[in-house]
C-alpha cells in the first residue's frame, strides 16, 4: 500500500510524512523508496545509466503515552504567603507534545490552572495572602501530539505548605554616606537597598531640614 508519493526537482531533497500506525499495516515495518534521474536522462529519456535507487526499511513501534514531571519546586517545599512560585515541569513524548497544564489546587481565591505550548515549561503564580496554614497541591498534564485520540498523562503531585510572613524588611543608605557635605544649590544624589524575604512592595523617602541642629 502506497503511504504517500512526492516528487523534487530542486534542492533541498527533504521530506517528513505521518507514520502509519501498526493497525493501518499488514506488517511492523514501511519501506521508502527513492529515485533520483539526472539532467541527461530527463532531456534524453534515458535511464539504463542515470538513474540512481535506494531503498530503506523502518520498523513501525507503538505510540507511547507521555510523561510528565514536576522537577521544581519538591515535593512538601516550605513557602511564606506573598511569595511568587516558579514550577518548572520536564514533559516528553516519542512523537511529540501538544500541551502542558499546570493545576493549582488549595489556593484560597480559588483553583488556577496555567498552560503551556512551547519548552521549557514554566509556570509562575503567586500565593495570595490568607493562605497560611493551608498547603497548594500542584499536579502538571500532558497532552501527546496527535492527529487523532491524543492522549493526556499526568505528573506526581507537589504538596507546599505555607506560613504567614513575619520578617520585616531591611534598608540601608548607599548614597550619601554618614558625615558628606553638600555644597548649597547642588544636586544631592541620594539612593537606597531595600530587601525583604518575600517583596518589597514600596520604598518612601524624606528629606527633613534640621534647621534648629536637634537632630
Given at each position: 500500500?502506497?503511504i504517500?508519493?512526492?516528487?523534487f526537482?530542486k534542492?533541498p531533497?527533504?521530506f517528513?510524512f505521518y507514520?502509519?500506525?501498526?493497525?493501518?499495516?499488514?506488517n511492523?515495518t514501511?519501506?521508502?523508496?527513492?529515485?533520483?534521474?539526472?539532467?541527461y536522462g530527463?532531456k534524453?529519456?534515458?535511464?539504463?545509466?542515470?538513474l540512481a535507487?535506494?531503498?530503506?526499511?523502518l520498523?513501525?513501534?507503538a505510540?507511547?503515552?507521555?510523561v510528565?514531571?514536576?522537577?521544581?519546586?519538591?515535593?512538601?517545599?516550605?513557602y511564606?504567603?506573598g511569595q511568587?512560585?516558579?514550577t518548572?515541569?520536564?514533559?516528553?513524548?516519542?512523537v511529540?507534545?501538544?500541551n502542558?497544564?499546570?493545576?493549582?489546587?488549595?489556593?484560597v481565591g480559588?483553583d488556577?490552572t496555567?498552560s503551556?505550548g512551547?519548552?521549557?515549561?514554566?509556570?509562575v503564580f503567586?500565593?495570595?495572602?490568607?493562605?497560611?496554614?493551608?498547603?497548594?497541591e500542584?499536579?502538571?498534564?500532558?497532552?501527546e501530539?496527535?492527529?487523532?485520540?491524543?492522549?493526556t498523562s499526568?505528573?506526581?503531585?507537589?504538596?507546599?505548605?505555607?506560613?504567614?510572613?513575619?520578617?520585616?524588611?531591611?534598608?540601608?543608605i548607599?548614597?550619601?554616606?554618614?558625615?558628606?557635605?553638600v555644597t548649597?544649590h547642588?544636586?544631592?544624589?541620594?539612593?537606597?537597598?531595600?530587601?525583604d524575604n518575600?517583596e518589597v512592595s514600596?520604598?518612601?523617602?524624606?528629606?527633613?531640614?534640621?534647621?534648629?541642629?536637634d537632630?
Amino acid at each position: 500500500k502506497l503511504i504517500e508519493s512526492r516528487r523534487f526537482e530542486k534542492g533541498p531533497y527533504t521530506f517528513s510524512f505521518y507514520a502509519p500506525t501498526q493497525a493501518e499495516l499488514n506488517n511492523d515495518t514501511i519501506r521508502i523508496d527513492v529515485e533520483a534521474l539526472d539532467s541527461y536522462g530527463q532531456k534524453y529519456n534515458d535511464v539504463d545509466n542515470h538513474l540512481a535507487k535506494e531503498s530503506i526499511t523502518l520498523p513501525i513501534v507503538a505510540d507511547q503515552a507521555p510523561v510528565a514531571e514536576i522537577a521544581f519546586p519538591q515535593n512538601n517545599a516550605n513557602y511564606i504567603e506573598g511569595q511568587t512560585v516558579l514550577t518548572q515541569v520536564v514533559a516528553s513524548d516519542d512523537v511529540g507534545i501538544d500541551n502542558v497544564s499546570l493545576q493549582v489546587k488549595g489556593l484560597v481565591g480559588g483553583d488556577l490552572t496555567l498552560s503551556d505550548g512551547k519548552y521549557p515549561y514554566e509556570f509562575v503564580f503567586k500565593i495570595p495572602f490568607g493562605q497560611t496554614g493551608k498547603d497548594i497541591e500542584l499536579l502538571a498534564t500532558v497532552t501527546e501530539h496527535r492527529k487523532e485520540n491524543a492522549r493526556t498523562s499526568f505528573s506526581n503531585k507537589t504538596k507546599l505548605h505555607v506560613s504567614k510572613d513575619t520578617t520585616a524588611p531591611t534598608i540601608s543608605i548607599i548614597n550619601p554616606q554618614q558625615g558628606v557635605t553638600v555644597t548649597e544649590h547642588g544636586r544631592l544624589k541620594y539612593a537606597v537597598d531595600a530587601t525583604d524575604n518575600v517583596e518589597v512592595s514600596s520604598v518612601n523617602t524624606q528629606l527633613v531640614y534640621d534647621f534648629n541642629n536637634d537632630g
